[in-house]
């Protein structure tokens, strides 16, 4: 059988090189009919399902090669396969997968640089740290797994471990420019220039054009904002801004009219048989990034009636599964009022079964995904008792906070350039009072200045939006010890304050193209 395998293999990689696609998936096809255990072919199907864009079937395909390896086929594509889970929002199966394998196993500790980080990813920070534990006296040192333990420890608010583990990784690979960027946002430089002078070495040794160089541009501007060497971090985020915009391709007239698209939809309420109530009742805290999603999120979840299941994918999850399509959010789609169309009331109750997985038992939780703000108007005909949270800030500062912040995984590429961040930033609060005066039962704005100048009125604002009694202690947010797993895990474990208020203001002459662009229109 193996030789049937083997040949039938090498048969569908050939009709892959000659761009056979169709030849080339019939082959592993074949090889599963005989082999379910086949986590190659497994993948490659998965992979073929979703060119397609069959997502039901390339997310069966993943989930059969996790089942796989579970009854004990070969580990050597563990890696890949947790990756995919990922890409299908299986956090559960992620940790389930890695946690069932035998941490002594060599393919185990040849992938684990990625099982880390995949722990870490799906919100399993503690067993994250269980893995490293167990994994690392076994290796010799490895800056991944270390920059990994870092990340993780600073995501649980262990900030002090943190910045020493940043500063172990950078010692074991001084040219691992994750480290550099991520510890130019974690905290402030106590032995300046030193910072400064490893990141231009390292630059020293990489090509201009090189993605890569982008962070370092980026760890440079926050070391020299820090300083308040204000013109010359101006010129490196320039510098770094320039390669995102040329990595990302983000076209501003496109963004404009999927943002008058998605304005064509609406969100009245529609009219829903009277049930009872299924709790948790989602609430969706959403906006742009960097307006106070977050800040918000970490109040709230001080309430005892509200538990938070972070910065999750599981509405478009349910969306994908629903319409057997990849679905991210309705913004990119040439056809958004097509998803209207779609059996709706299945999706809010594969999302309800989604959600009760990640938070506690209480009679609310929290989803606070900023890029569900582009999905408003499928939530309020899905989730009709959900509640939504828009955060709106200043648009100065929400368009220059967007742009100095380096997005990971090519999220947000319109933050990096004037004319885009200008159209998504005007785009985004006029949708969002417009659907809020079409309904304004399920969704409020809430200002982020009102939000740090004078928290307890904002907050009471909030809780008798949502429905929720008034409760002590809100707004101390030292006493909330859950997880952090965003651009703003070191600034929230901060007490509330107003320091980000015209931040944009320190760049105020090389930020006048913008403000124009925000004051004169689109």
Same mark, same amino acid.
């Given at each position: 059988?193996?030789?049937?395998?083997?040949?039938?293999? $090498?048969?569908?990689?050939?009709?892959?090189?000659?761009?056979?696609?169709?030849?080339?998936?019939?082959?592993?096809?074949?090889?599963?009919?005989?082999?379910?255990? #086949?986590?190659?072919?497994?993948?490659?199907?998965?992979?073929?399902?979703?060119?397609?864009?069959?997502?039901? =079937?390339?997310?069966?395909?993943?989930?059969?090669?996790?089942?796989?390896?579970?009854?004990?086929?070969?580990?050597?594509?563990?890696?890949?396969?947790?990756?995919?889970?990922?890409?299908?929002?299986?956090? $559960?199966?992620?940790?389930?997968?890695?946690?069932?394998?035998?941490?002594?196993?060599?393919?185990?500790?040849?992938?684990?640089?990625?099982?880390?980080? #995949? @722990?870490? @990813?799906?919100?399993?920070?503690?067993?994250?740290?269980?893995?490293?534990?167990?994994?690392?006296?076994? *290796?010799?040192?490895?800056?991944?797994?270390?920059?990994?333990?870092?990340?993780?420890?600073? %995501?649980?608010?262990?900030?002090?471990?943190?910045?020493?583990?940043?500063?172990?990784?950078?010692?074991?690979?001084?040219?691992?420019?994750?480290?550099?960027?991520? =510890?130019?946002?974690?905290? %402030?430089?106590? #032995?300046?220039?030193?910072?400064?002078?490893?990141?231009?070495?390292?630059?020293?040794?990489?090509?201009?054009?090189?993605?890569?160089?982008?962070?370092?541009?980026?760890?440079?501007?926050?070391? *020299?904002?820090?300083?308040?060497?204000?013109?010359?971090?101006?010129d490196a985020l320039q510098?770094?801004?320039?390669?995102?915009?040329?990595?990302?391709?983000?076209?501003?007239?496109?963004?404009?009219?999927?943002?008058?698209?998605?304005?064509?939809?609406?969100?009245?309420?529609?009219?829903?048989?009277?049930?009872?109530?299924?709790?948790?009742?989602?609430?969706?805290i959403v906006g742009l990034?960097?307006?106070?999603?977050?800040?918000?999120?970490?109040?709230?979840?001080?309430?005892?009636?509200?538990?938070?299941?972070?910065?999750?994918n599981d509405f478009s999850?349910?969306?994908?599964?629903?319409?057997?399509?990849?679905?991210?959010?309705?913004?990119?789609?040439?056809?958004?009022?097509?998803?209207?169309?779609?059996? =709706?009331?299945?999706?809010?109750?594969?999302?309800?079964?989604?959600?009760?997985?990640?938070?506690?038992?209480?009679?609310?939780?929290?989803?606070?995904?900023?890029?569900? @703000?582009?999905?408003?108007? @499928?939530?309020?005909?899905?989730?009709?008792?959900?509640?939504?949270?828009?955060?709106?800030?200043?648009?100065?500062?929400?368009?220059?906070?967007?742009?100095?912040?380096?997005?990971?995984?090519?999220?947000?590429?319109?933050? %990096?350039?004037?004319?885009?961040?200008?159209?998504?930033?005007?785009?985004?609060?006029?949708?969002?009072?417009?659907?809020?005066?079409?309904?304004?039962?399920?969704?409020?704005?809430?200002?982020?200045?009102? *939000?740090?100048?004078?928290?307890?009125?904002?907050?009471?604002?909030?809780?008798?939006?949502?429905?929720?009694?008034?409760?002590?202690?809100?707004?101390?947010?030292?006493? $909330?010890?859950?997880?952090?797993?965003?651009?703003?895990?070191?600034?929230?474990?901060?007490?509330?304050?107003?320091?980000?208020?015209?931040?944009?203001?320190?760049?105020?002459?090389? =930020?006048?193209?913008?403000?124009? *662009?925000?004051?004169?229109? $689109?």
């Amino acid at each position: 059988m193996q030789q049937t395998l083997d040949s039938l293999w $090498n048969e569908g990689q050939a009709l892959e090189s000659e761009r056979n696609l169709t030849g080339a998936r019939a082959k592993y096809e074949a090889i599963v009919a005989i082999d379910a255990r #086949h986590i190659a072919a497994q993948l490659r199907i998965s992979r073929f399902a979703q060119f397609s864009d069959d997502y039901r =079937l390339a997310h069966r395909h993943v989930l059969d090669a996790a089942d796989a390896i579970r009854a004990g086929a070969s580990t050597k594509l563990l890696g890949f396969v947790t990756q995919r889970l990922l890409d299908f929002s299986e956090d $559960n199966e992620v940790a389930a997968l890695i946690l069932s394998t035998d941490w002594n196993d060599p393919e185990v500790l040849r992938q684990s640089p990625a099982l880390s980080q #995949h @722990l870490w @990813l799906c919100g399993r920070y503690q067993d994250a740290l269980r893995f490293l534990d167990a994994i690392e006296p076994k *290796l010799a040192p490895n800056a991944l797994l270390v920059f990994t333990r870092a990340s993780v420890l600073r %995501y649980l608010g262990r900030m002090e471990e943190a910045l020493t583990q940043y500063e172990r990784a950078i010692a074991l690979d001084p040219a691992l420019v994750d480290a550099h960027w991520a =510890l130019s946002t974690h905290s %402030y430089d106590p #032995h300046p220039p030193r910072r400064l002078e490893r990141i231009q070495q390292v630059a020293a040794h990489r090509r201009p054009a090189d993605p890569d160089i982008a962070h370092l541009h980026y760890a440079r501007f926050r070391e *020299l904002e820090h300083s308040g060497r204000h013109e010359q971090a101006w010129d490196a985020l320039q510098a770094g801004a320039r390669i995102m915009q040329r990595t990302t391709r983000h076209s501003a007239a496109e963004d404009r009219s999927a943002l008058e698209r998605l304005r064509m939809l609406g969100c009245e309420p529609t009219p829903h048989p009277v049930c009872q109530v299924e709790q948790p009742i989602p609430i969706f805290i959403v906006g742009l990034p960097r307006t106070g999603t977050t800040l918000l999120d970490r109040i709230l979840g001080n309430h005892g009636w509200v538990s938070s299941a972070g910065e999750r994918n599981d509405f478009s999850a349910a969306v994908s599964e629903v319409s057997n399509h990849f679905f991210s959010t309705l913004l990119p789609e040439a056809d958004p009022a097509a998803f209207l169309e779609i059996d =709706l009331s299945m999706v809010g109750r594969l999302y309800l079964q989604r959600l009760k997985r990640h938070v506690s038992a209480t009679a609310f939780a929290i989803d606070k995904n900023p890029q569900n @703000l582009f999905n408003i108007p @499928l939530i309020v005909r899905a989730l009709p008792q959900a509640r939504i949270l828009i955060l709106e800030r200043d648009p100065m500062d929400t368009a220059f906070s967007n742009y100095k912040e380096l997005f990971q995984g090519g999220a947000y590429p319109y933050s %990096y350039d004037a004319a885009s961040l200008a159209v998504r930033v005007r785009g985004a609060t006029r949708l969002m009072h417009w659907w809020q005066s079409q309904n304004p039962e399920a969704i409020r704005v809430v200002s982020y200045e009102q *939000l740090v100048q004078s928290p307890d009125t904002a907050i009471g604002d909030v809780l008798s939006f949502i429905g929720l009694p008034p409760a002590h202690g809100l707004t101390a947010l030292e006493s $909330n010890k859950s997880a952090v797993a965003t651009a703003s895990s070191s600034q929230v474990r901060e007490p509330i304050n107003t320091r980000s208020i015209g931040a944009w203001k320190r760049y105020a002459t090389q =930020l006048e193209p913008l403000r124009k *662009l925000l004051d004169g229109g $689109n």
